[in-house]
């Protein structure tokens, strides 16, 4: 194979091996968070997605080429900024998560000694192609009264355990039903 691919292929194999998420600790307090490679990338694939699409809408292929356009556009103007800024911080008085587009954040910030119990829920979800798919959640039930879902996202994932010790330290009951789908 030419030098030119190995040359394109080793940033690629190096940022796989590197893994999409990393955890540091700020001030006793666990972040975890997309490692920055992963919003740089899809940054500049949209960026590059542009012109590719206005090239193709210029050609004979405009199906691929508006959505090029259209992908590449909100792929760089709106999911790779939000993607820099989202996390989640795990210390010993509650967790905080934000996710979302950077225009418009979702954050929630649930402290130990606020909550009553939490419930794992799921919601299932089929495609075109009547494929299934899952999207989990805590349902946070807090001692004033108050629920709050929180939807369990990729970043989330990868703190759950600390997460979940954190809720056994505290006392807090947590409900998983039997035979959760994956």
Request: aromatic residues 12%; contains cysteine.
């Amino acid at each position: 194979m030419s030098r030119r691919f190995y040359c394109v292929a080793a940033p690629f194999c190096c940022a796989f091996l590197a893994g999409c998420y990393r955890k540091t600790v700020e001030d006793g307090a666990s972040v975890y968070s997309f490692q920055p490679w992963v919003p740089l990338l899809t940054l500049v694939g949209g960026v590059v997605a542009v012109p590719v699409g206005i090239v193709l809408l210029r050609g004979n292929n405009r199906t691929w080429g508006a959505a090029c356009v259209i992908l590449g556009t909100l792929a760089a103007g709106g999911l790779a900024p939000g993607m820099f800024q989202d996390h989640v911080r795990v210390d010993a008085e509650g967790f905080q998560s934000r996710h979302g587009f950077w225009f418009s954040p979702t954050v929630h910030n649930i402290r130990y000694a606020d909550l009553d119990q939490v419930r794992v829920s799921f919601e299932e979800h089929r495609s075109l192609r009547r494929r299934r798919s899952y999207s989990y959640s805590f349902d946070c039930y807090f001692k004033s009264g108050a629920q709050q879902r929180v939807p369990l996202g990729d970043i989330i994932r990868q703190a759950l355990p600390e997460i979940a010790e954190q809720f056994r330290s505290h006392g807090v009951p947590v409900y998983i039903p039997p035979n959760l789908p994956d």
